[in-house]
Every structure is written in structure tokens, then in C-alpha cells.
């Protein structure tokens, strides 16, 4: 019951943060979403005017007055003519619904819809094959060095692991991306150079013609990814564990004659796997939001260059959906982190009944 209580509590704590962030954006950006409101209010109105059966034998008087009255009845219909918090509230109390308005751009997306919801649809599943599948193999390849190299701390697998770790974190993603495409694009001829052009001559009719296509088109930044990433996870991992196997717990199990293999993976790993599995959930809720950089240097139509691309043509709604999106998703994986700590760690159990 207790566990209960705690979960209730962490779910209505994540709707007011995300409530507060959907707030603020909307005070933020309040003057240029009722800025583009009117520029709307006045194409709309502009078309109506040009309908014959409604200015039909009206003088320049009538006509004026007309447009004046189509004006203040779209201001009406669209809340712009009540008080400042009430309009931002109605915006907030729209963006939680997941009404997130359409887009003044309809070039965002690559079907021509507009509104934001569907054109973050169309994003985001392109960053979750290329960002979520390279960081589940940056974490499975982290773990896989990291506990080698804590197994066999300061010999020369340590020291490889250690120096290839330093060199992968030190290396820009961007500056990283524009040599593997000068090199495998323009001097070797393995990969294309942009991602979206070769999406876009994607043959759908053929399907394995297709797969080996996206698989082309992915390749380059999706290595890129792993080479870039791949470092911090083996550190860290590899003083988590490191750490770990100091504990008393590890010397009473190698005491009691405990084979290896199964203190490693069934003591020290479940021990340590609180830290690791809340960077895990981190690094993979960070990979839906994309990069902006990265995916401009390889034109990889996603989430990155999709806010990149808002952010150049200040499209308020499409920043505002993506802001309330990747902020939903931050604040119910620290939910989903608590659930999964109460799992590894019974400790953690222990101090939820004791503080519920």
C-alpha cells in the first residue's frame, strides 16, 4: 500500500513539473504565438474578402466594416480578445491535451500535413532508429568493455579500454561526422553524403530494395554514433563495478567458494545496476530528443533538425509541441526509474514504506 501511495505520489508530482515547463513556454512564447494568430486571422480574412457573393454590391464604407467585423469575430473565436492569463491557461490547458495546433510551414513536413502533432510523429520514429538504436548499442557495448576492464583492473586490457574510452569522449560528434563523410562519401563512394536525399529515392513497392537502402542511408551516422559514445559508458561502467567488487559482500561470496561467472554477473552486477540503469534510461530518453548538430551534418530528418529547423523559421508551435513532448517523456522516466530502483534494490522498498 505504502509502494502505492509513493508511485501516486511520483505520477502527480510529474504532472505538475510538466505542467509548470508547458506553462512557462507558453508565457514565453505568448507575444509570437498571438503574433502568428493574427497574421492567420488576417490571410483568413483576406480570403473572405475575396469571395464575390459576400462583397457583392458594396461600396469602400461597407467594404471596410465588413472586414473589421470578420476580424473581431475570428478574435473571438480564437480567445485573443480575453485576458492575458486566461489566454495563456486555454494554450496550456490545449498543449495537455494534446492539441498542439498546426504549423505555418507546411514544408516541416515531407507529406505536406501541418499539423504538429503528425509532424513530430514523422520525426520521431526516425530518431528512434538511428538515436535509440545506436545508444542501446553504446550502453551493451559500455557494459561489455567497462566490466572486462574492471575484472582486469591495470593490465592491458584496462589500460586499452581506458585510452580507446579517452579518445572516444573526446571526439566532437560533429567534427567526427564531417570526416567519416569526406572519407566514406566522397573518397570511398560507400555511403551517401546526405541521409535525406537518400531516404527520399526509398523505393517502398521493393521492400528488400528498400531495407538495404535505409540501411545505407543510416550506416554512417549510426557508426558515427557508436564511435563517439561508446567511451563514457565503458568508464563509467568500469569504476561502478570496479567500486563494487571492493565491497564486503563481493569478498564473503569469493570466501564461500561462489564460481566467479556468478559473482560477477549475480552479486556485482545486480549491486551496481541502480547507477547504470538510471544512465540507461537517461541516455535513452536524451536519444528521442535527437541532435541538432548531428543531424544536420548528416541531414538526418528527426527530431534534432526538425527543432533546429523550427527554431530558423520561429515556428512557436511546432517549438511548444516538441518542448511539451520531450518533457513528458523526461519527467514519466524518473517515474518509471523509481519502479525499476524498487525492483533492483530492495533497500529501496525498505525507505519507501518508511517515508509513505
Not at 551517401?192 to 536525399?197: T, W
Request: proline share 4%; hydrophobic share 50%.
Amino acid at each position: 500500500m505504502a509502494t502505492f501511495r509513493y508511485i501516486t505520489f511520483r505520477v502527480i508530482n510529474a504532472f505538475i513539473v510538466l505542467f509548470i515547463v508547458v506553462l512557462i513556454s507558453s508565457i514565453l512564447f505568448n507575444t509570437q504565438m498571438e503574433q502568428q494568430k493574427y497574421a492567420e486571422i488576417r490571410e483568413q480574412v483576406a480570403a473572405m474578402m475575396r469571395n464575390p457573393e459576400l462583397v457583392r454590391g458594396l461600396n469602400q464604407t461597407e467594404l471596410e466594416k465588413l472586414k473589421t467585423q470578420l476580424t473581431n469575430e475570428l478574435i473571438e473565436q480564437y480567445g485573443l480578445n480575453k485576458p492575458y492569463w486566461i489566454r495563456v491557461l486555454y494554450r496550456v490547458k490545449d498543449i495537455m491535451m494534446l492539441d498542439l495546433g498546426h504549423t505555418l510551414n507546411p514544408g516541416l513536413s515531407q507529406t505536406g500535413k501541418t499539423e504538429v502533432s503528425a509532424i513530430i510523429m514523422e520525426a520521431l520514429p526516425r530518431t528512434i532508429i538511428l538515436f535509440t538504436t545506436g545508444q542501446i548499442i553504446i550502453i551493451i557495448l559500455g557494459l561489455f568493455l567497462g566490466l572486462k576492464a574492471a575484472q582486469k583492473a591495470e593490465s592491458l586490457t584496462d589500460r586499452i579500454v581506458g585510452f580507446a574510452s579517452m579518445v572516444s569522449y573526446s571526439l566532437p560528434m560533429w567534427w567526427l561526422g564531417m570526416i567519416m563523410i569526406f572519407i566514406f562519401s566522397y573518397k570511398l563512394h560507400w555511403f551517401p553524403s546526405s541521409s535525406l536525399s537518400a531516404l527520399a529515392r526509398v523505393n517502398l513497392s521493393n521492400p528488400i530494395a528498400a531495407l538495404k537502402a535505409y540501411a545505407t542511408a543510416i550506416a554512417l551516422p549510426l557508426i558515427t554514433l557508436v564511435l563517439v559514445g561508446f567511451g563514457s559508458w565503458a568508464y563509467l561502467t568500469r569504476n561502478i563495478v570496479l567500486s563494487t567488487l571492493q565491497e564486503d559482500f563481493v569478498m564473503a561470496a569469493r570466501a564461500k567458494g561462489i564460481p566467479e561467472r556468478k559473482v560477477i554477473y549475480g552479486h556485482v552486477l545486480r549491486a551496481a545496476s541502480p547507477p547504470i540503469v538510471t544512465m540507461s534510461i537517461i541516455a535513452l530518453l536524451n536519444s528521442l530528443g535527437g541532435a541538432m548538430i548531428s543531424e544536420a551534418v548528416f541531414t538526418w530528418p528527426g527530431m534534432g533538425r526538425l527543432y533546429y529547423v523550427a527554431l530558423l523559421q520561429g515556428d512557436v508551435p511546432v517549438l511548444l509541441g516538441l518542448t511539451f513532448v520531450t518533457t513528458f517523456l523526461y519527467v514519466f522516466s524518473m517515474v518509471l526509474v523509481d519502479l525499476i530502483y524498487g525492483l533492483l534494490d530492495p533497500r529501496v522498498r525498505v525507505g519507501v514504506s518508511r517515508s509513505v
